[in-house]
Structure formats: C-alpha cells, structure tokens
C-alpha cells in the first residue's frame, strides 16, 4: 500500500494505491489519525482510489472511523475516483449513503465545501 498526500485548497487528499487490507490498514489509520483528532485540522478529507485494487472489512472499518470522528466535527470524508471493485464494495456492504463519493478529486471537494 503506497499513500501520499496532496492538498484540494484547504482539504487533506490522501491518494491510496494498492491493497487495503489487515495488514496496510494499520499504516492509513496511522495516517489519518493526526488530521483527523488536530482540533485545529481540517475537518474535511478525501481519499483518492483510482489506484485502489482491494479493500477489506479492517480498510473498511477505517473509513467508517475516520467518517463518525469527523461527522462530530461537522465534517465528512469523502472518496474520488473509486476503482469498479471497491466502489461494488460500497454498494454490497451500503456504504454507498454514507459517504459523499465522486469521480475526481475537484468534485469530491465542491461537494464537501
């Protein structure tokens, strides 16, 4: 799992590409555990999948973590560019309502701003 992040004028962009799974999760969480508990952060983010190829129930469990401490924030997560199978993922497990999903990154950030 590689991640990098990049910045979509104030909101934190975080692109994800490989597998997220038991063993990478841990690294995102990681990640985002700093921007999302700074007070002072930003209470947006997106992550960028079009590089995504897997994602299990621990990646999952991240993206719902990371989704309710924003949301008591008054924030959101949001996702850009979901490869096919993560976005069937979505949709099987009904995450689909929960998240404000785009094609690109610039659309992702209108609709979180």
Known sequence: MEIT???SGE?????????????????LEERLKPLIEDAQGSRYLILEGSSL??????GLRIFLMAQRQLAARRGGLAFAGLTRQVLDLFHLAGLQELFVIENSVTAAASRLS
């Open 5 to 7: 992040l990049a910045m």
């Open 11 to 27: 909101i934190p962009v975080f692109s994800l590409s490989g597998r997220l799974d038991a063993i990478t999760s841990p690294l």
């Open 53 to 58: 190829s897997y994602v299990s129930s621990a």
